[in-house]
């Protein structure tokens, strides 16, 4: 398979972004629905119109190529994992008390949480309203198809958000990495990677075996991408868009904290469950500080990434192993997503 | 047409609630989806688990058998409007911050806010998902079109939403009874009347005659309804289930405001709106009592309830006007619904 540069696939990745933007933007939401809810539109516009990857649609597109579909048919399903990312992550912002999003304050700080909360729900609509217009695209058949597999991933992922939340708020502890593993593919995994792809090989038309391809691939790959964000979360460089160990300002269990939980000495392990179980506001920063200086002396970063490479190599196979009928070109570039996905510093 | 009694009436009500309460909570919403999210299928059942009146089922299912379909095969669509009216009641208790829904504590203040919001959310997704179901029911192109007046009403009822909750927090009062039919007619009378009508009449393969007739009676029956509703948040009786007076503490402008305003003495007008302009917690019982005496000076709900009346008496004439060709008992149910939707007590 030809090897493809960092720049190849971003060029690419923007590229995607652009058509998909444009379907968005100009066309599945209106810039103003009359002066009443003009505001509300506004809203439904805000993150789409902020600095984003545009990961879900390339992985869609592509893996339509890959399986010999045509591109253009798949925008509009792509232009839906992008809704369905935006609306999920205004009510994930709200459910999980952040701040910042991209580099700006989250909807419900820049305007409120009650008007945020219904812009979620109006964008979750707007959603399926756009998946039934790709009737005119794919026929009643393909349409359904799609919505199907649209429906199956909004229910992990909302599943995979409570398991997250549940954890925090009920203090659980008695969490190995197995937990991490389920709730992590059913918060992340789903939608980031493996229904992306396999929505752009419904597009194409591809039967059950590139399906389940997809799904190996995607769900182990969408773990590793998850496992490097939590990773990135703690630095939360600039082109992040997050605040620095937000993670650990909400409490969350991951892959990171649950290797420093179980490498700890008592008393580290004591201190760090008490540091955790504080409400958000309460944390200090010296807390935050002891939580990254103990990930820090235990390893803990590196052992998750270790982990993340190795479900990307694992993924990596799934993807070689499989016989592509369509475009090698865009098989290619799923590969380098795949490096990128555990490499990237944003 | 027949003359119904309002025991015939609520014997039927409770007769179709039966059977499709029957679909969400056997079919629709399995009792737990694994140990790891039981709690999220738990908070899920639990407002279709309280007592509700399942209007908009009951509208659904007699307006199939009005336009002459089977009603079997509305129970599936008549189930998701339920699912619908559930997680938009689960969102905005946590918007308006409802203390009871149903004589009980709303759900984010059983459990908690976070796991309440994207409980809602999975509820959505499994609306649309049972949607998808009926395809089984109703073909490919039945159950596309009855997605499609889903999508729209969905889209009404938020921006609906938008609009009363940006009234308050920008302490709108330049309002006059335009503006309150205009957002009543999104928020309430799409989703409660028109739509389950409509839907009704689309499983039973009606033309857009029907289609017409129906939103006609729909829309100004609905916002009858919601007059009739804001006239029983005020008293807050038993059987209906809110905090009494709810409304006004959450700054609600309804058409009795704003008939109370419109009367007022400048005096009273200014301490009127300086009562309402208060956030929730600030406001004093003495506050709620003001403004429910100056009700009563003005004779605000008395007016409230003749224009209620006299929209139903408009929808009942849009009812008659139609040639209907199905059950005519049906057609004398929907015509008793529209009495009780204006003199109910609960």
Known sequence: MPLLSSAELQGEMKRVKASVDGVILDELLPA???????????????????PAKGLRPFLCVTA???????????????????????????????????????????????????????AGDALHARMWGALLANEEVLGPHGALR???EFSMLVNETTEGQHMELSWVRDRRWDLDESDYYVMCTKKTAWYTVASPCRLGAIVAGAGEDTLEALKDFGLKLGVAFQIQDDALN????KAYGKAKSDDILEGKRTL???????SASAEQRRRLVAIMDKDRDKKTQQDVEYVLSLFSKRGSVEYARRKAK????????????YRWRGDEDAVALLESFARFA?????
Not at 234 to 237: F, I, P, R, Y
Not at 256 to 262: G, K, P, T
Request: hydrophobic share 40%.
């Open 32 to 50: 103003r629905g009359g002066p009443e809810v003009e505001l509300l539109y506004k809203m439904m516009r805000d993150y789409p119109s902020r």
């Open 64 to 118: 339509c190529r890959a399986a010999g579909g045509d591109e253009r048919k798949a925008l509009l399903t792509a232009a839906c994992l992008e809704l369905f990312q935006h609306w999920i992550l205004i009510h994930d912002d709200i459910e999980d008390r952040s701040e910042l999003r991209r580099g700006e304050p989250t909807l419900h700080r820049k305007y409120d949480e009650a008007l945020a909360l219904n």
């Open 146 to 148: 799609v919505m199907k």
């Open 234 to 237: 703690l630095v939360g460089e």
């Open 256 to 262: 990171i904290l649950l290797h420093a939980l179980r």
């Open 310 to 321: 190795a479900l990307m190599t694992d993924a990596l196979e799934s993807l070689d192993s």
């Open 342 to 346: 555990v490499e990237r510093r944003w």
